[in-house]
């Protein structure tokens, strides 16, 4: 029995010097770096700056499809979407286009997105701002939160608790009024030209 217990001892040791000898060479495998490893990981990053162009490339060429189809104002492009929805719907589908709602930021802006919605859309129409006063009542900010530098509300803007969007009036020459956002109007998505 002690001889039989003295082999199995010395069987248990010898599997644990060879498999720790194992062991030791695979992390000498792994921490020795070769030449071929170091060229390998340069392709790797090439690729990797190569799908990034393409994307850019991709990106560049769907915003130049965006300004065939819709117009160019200002360094920005347009896409009329004459498709009544809400305006959380109508900013989701901006977004999955690449853009937002759009929002003058001057008089000229305000002016020529009027005339592309009457051309596109229609003249008594309204369209979706990308405006809102949904955090605090009567404190209207565009869709980054940021508050606006430009307005065009039409004279009779009081600011009423339940109307937290604003739309473009086609009726009333492009003035702004402040809306219900579960009413469905138009919309017009803005893309910034890179």
């Given at each position: 029995?002690?001889?039989?217990?003295?082999?199995?001892?010395?069987?248990?040791?010898?599997?644990?010097?060879?498999?720790?000898?194992?062991?030791?060479?695979?992390?000498?495998?792994v921490?020795?770096?070769?030449?071929?490893?170091?060229?390998?990981?340069?392709?790797?990053?090439?690729?990797?700056?190569?799908?990034?162009?393409v994307?850019?490339?991709?990106?560049?060429?769907?915003?130049?499809?965006?300004?065939?189809k819709?117009?160019?104002?200002?360094?920005?492009?347009?896409?009329?979407?004459?498709?009544?929805?809400?305006?959380?719907?109508?900013?989701?589908?901006?977004?999955?286009?690449?853009?937002?709602?759009?929002?003058?930021?001057?008089?000229?802006?305000?002016?020529?997105?009027?005339?592309?919605?009457?051309?596109?859309?229609?003249?008594?129409?309204?369209?979706?701002?990308?405006?809102?006063?949904?955090?605090?009542?009567?404190?209207?900010?565009?869709?980054?939160?940021?508050?606006?530098?430009?307005?065009?509300?039409?004279?009779?803007?009081?600011?009423?608790?339940?109307?937290?969007?604003?739309?473009?009036?086609?009726s009333?020459?492009?003035?702004?009024?402040?809306?219900?956002?579960?009413?469905?109007?138009?919309?017009?998505?803005?893309?910034?030209?890179?």
């Amino acid at each position: 029995m002690d001889l039989r217990g003295a082999c199995l001892l010395l069987g248990v040791l010898l599997l644990s010097h060879f498999s720790s000898q194992q062991m030791m060479s695979k992390k000498k495998l792994v921490k020795k770096e070769t030449p071929k490893d170091g060229a390998i990981e340069e392709l790797r990053k090439q690729i990797d700056d190569i799908l990034k162009e393409v994307n850019l490339l991709k990106e560049q060429q769907a915003l130049q499809t965006v300004c065939l189809k819709g117009t160019k104002i200002q360094g920005k492009c347009y896409l009329a979407d004459p498709m009544k929805k809400r305006y959380h719907a109508a900013s989701e589908d901006c977004i999955a286009k690449g853009g937002t709602i759009s929002t003058p930021l001057s008089l000229d802006e305000n002016d020529k997105l009027y005339d592309y919605m009457r051309q596109t859309i229609g003249s008594d129409e309204e369209i979706w701002l990308g405006i809102n006063d949904m955090l605090t009542e009567g404190v209207w900010v565009d869709q980054t939160g940021s508050t606006l530098r430009y307005k065009n509300w039409d004279t009779s803007f009081k600011g009423d608790r339940t109307m937290n969007c604003a739309v473009l009036s086609g009726s009333m020459s492009g003035k702004w009024l402040d809306e219900n956002c579960r009413e469905e109007r138009a919309s017009v998505c803005e893309f910034n030209i890179v």
